[in-house]
């Protein structure tokens, strides 16, 4: 068997989404996605101008060959255009092997170890009572842990929480978001607390700071944050300092979870090997595909570190699904992020997953159970877009 040509699709069904699609000789071909929001272009122009033409007349069944030598063979290693362009290749090899073992990924890696892939939700408010009905809201989807994030009082506009109106500007620059600090540390408890109060103890809650705090800062949320039982702090500090989270761990015992912006093991080794994380967050789309995510869990799991694949909306359903055959399968499983899709990107990605009760599963659709609907998908056409970036009070850049 050969590949016999590779294509790059770019579609927006609601968002944008990059998606690399490999044939063969044999008439088998296999998806993968390359989706890297807000950066959409370059890691397509990364596919098409510098990766197809290495693919061309290559076995796809040498999938850890091919992955070594996009990797080390480029010299310029690591970062996310180019994890996300090995990604959809190694993805894409998986589905085409499984598609012609005439097996579901999952069974490829080892079979099932549960019978079902739990999921957290996203439940968001500018106030406390909006907060709760967006809770209620989750609860009535099935879902068995909620995210929580509010607005913080005095601020306009903060990560995680939606907006009633979309927000002004041209389209093409992004968004200004505002953020203080102290205001958030102080607000932050209060909210845990009304939760509590409102849905008792056994609710499973998770929040996400989103880069924005430093060690010191980290430590003392979640202290703060330890009478409301967490599941876990997400990204409290931005942990390319990987030296920081020894000060957040010696302070505090909410557990911790991070690595979603992280593309390689080895942003991960002082974290894991030092036990100074409980969760890894990295996505199959930025990490290079299932192949080295498989090792990192497996890196993890010597160190009693479970997994939480992110699992936003700008990770395509060809992802999702590359995500929820590896939850699937590993030991280590922690929660996997489930944000869902509109009903745009679910018919230009017809998917044999399923999402009952607040549980996922892949399917037993040979490959990763993902297909392309490629006349569909023209009618989406690319349209630019770009995350939002932060701003302090006085006007200066802060972490997003």
Not at 119 to 140: E, K, M, N, W
């Amino acid at each position: 068997m050969k590949i016999v040509d590779a294509k790059v699709v770019l579609t927006s069904p609601g968002r944008n989404f990059v998606t690399l699609k490999v044939e063969t000789d044999e008439g088998v071909s296999g998806l993968g996605d390359a989706t890297l929001n807000g950066r959409e272009l370059a890691v397509a122009s990364y596919l098409r101008d510098h990766v197809v033409p290495l693919l061309l007349g290559t076995d796809p069944h040498r999938i850890e060959d091919t992955w070594q030598s996009l990797y080390r063979g480029a010299y310029w290693r690591r970062g996310p255009v180019t994890m996300a362009a090995i990604a959809a290749v190694d993805v894409a090899l998986w589905d085409i092997k499984a598609k012609v073992a005439g097996l579901p990924l999952y069974q490829l890696l080892g079979g099932a170890s549960r019978d079902r892939v739990r999921t957290y939700g996203h439940a968001s408010g500018r106030d406390v009572p909006q907060l709760f009905d967006s809770i209620r809201a989750r609860l009535a989807e099935g879902y068995p842990a909620i995210r929580v994030q509010t607005g913080v009082p005095g601020l306009k506009r903060v990560y995680g929480v939606q907006q009633d109106a979309a927000p002004s500007g041209d389209g093409v620059r992004p968004v200004v978001e505002d953020w203080d600090t102290d205001a958030y540390l102080r607000s932050l408890p209060r909210v845990f607390d009304a939760v509590r109060q409102e849905f008792g103890p056994d609710l499973v809650l998770l929040h996400d700071a989103h880069h924005r705090l430093t060690p010191i800062q980290a430590a003392r949320l979640g202290k703060d944050l330890e009478p409301y039982d967490l599941f876990w702090l997400e990204d409290c500090t931005p942990a390319e300092n990987q030296d920081g989270l020894r000060l957040v761990r010696r302070h505090t015992t909410t557990p911790l979870a991070i690595g979603e912006v992280f593309n390689t093991v080895f942003d991960y080794q002082t974290l894991v090997s030092e036990q100074l994380i409980d969760y890894v967050r990295s996505a199959v789309t930025h990490f290079g595909g299932v192949s080295p995510l498989r090792k990192l869990f497996d890196f993890a799991a010597q160190h009693q570190i479970k997994s939480a694949i992110h699992g936003p909306e700008d990770i395509s359903p060809v992802g999702m699904a590359a995500a929820i055959h590896l939850d699937l399968a590993i030991h280590n499983f922690g929660i996997q992020e489930y944000a869902g899709h509109t009903e745009q990107t679910g018919a230009v990605f017809p998917h044999a997953y399923t999402f009952t009760d607040g549980y996922l599963h892949p399917g037993e659709a040979a490959g990763i159970g993902v297909e392309l609907e490629e006349e569909l998908a023209a009618a989406y056409p690319y349209a630019p877009a770009y995350l939002p970036i932060n701003r302090l009070q006085d006007g200066t850049v802060h972490d997003w």
